[in-house]
Nanobody
Framework: QVQLVESGGGLVQAGGSLRLSCAAS????????MGWYRQAPGKQRELVAV???????TYADSVKGRFTISRDNAENTVYLQMNSLKPGDTADYYC?????????WGQGTQVTVSS
């Protein structure tokens, strides 16, 4: 079992920045990858960024060059630095941890970008 607790969402103007945090606890040594997904109202949940255990990263095309995923192994925490935010980035953001074939999700944190 893995528990994920997100923080850092909020309201920001277009062009601004936010940093999301996801603290993991539990059987964290079995985690293959951790990442961030988002879901806007009326839309499907989509991948934003993911980092594997080895440090490889993947980003959605829509956030490349603006968002950066990173981790602090000592704190078992994954971060998502979001810069140059756009109204289209408005969504609930979810932290995800992958253990083999099982996915764990955080409770979500809301990000609202005003124009």
């Amino acid at each position: 079992q893995v528990q994920l607790v997100e923080s850092g969402g909020g309201l920001v103007q277009a062009g601004g920045s936010l940093r999301l945090s996801c603290a993991a606890s539990g059987i964290i040594f079995s985690i293959n990858a951790m990442g961030w997904y988002r879901q806007a109202p009326g839309k499907q949940r989509e991948l934003v960024a993911v980092m594997t255990y080895g440090g490889s990263t993947t980003y959605a095309d829509s956030v490349k060059g603006r968002f950066t995923i990173s981790r602090d192994n000592a704190e078992n925490t994954v971060y998502l630095q979001m810069n140059s935010l756009k109204p289209g980035d408005t969504a609930d953001y979810y932290c995800n941890a992958e253990l083999g074939l099982v996915n764990y999700w955080g409770q979500g944190t809301q990000v609202t970008v005003s124009s």
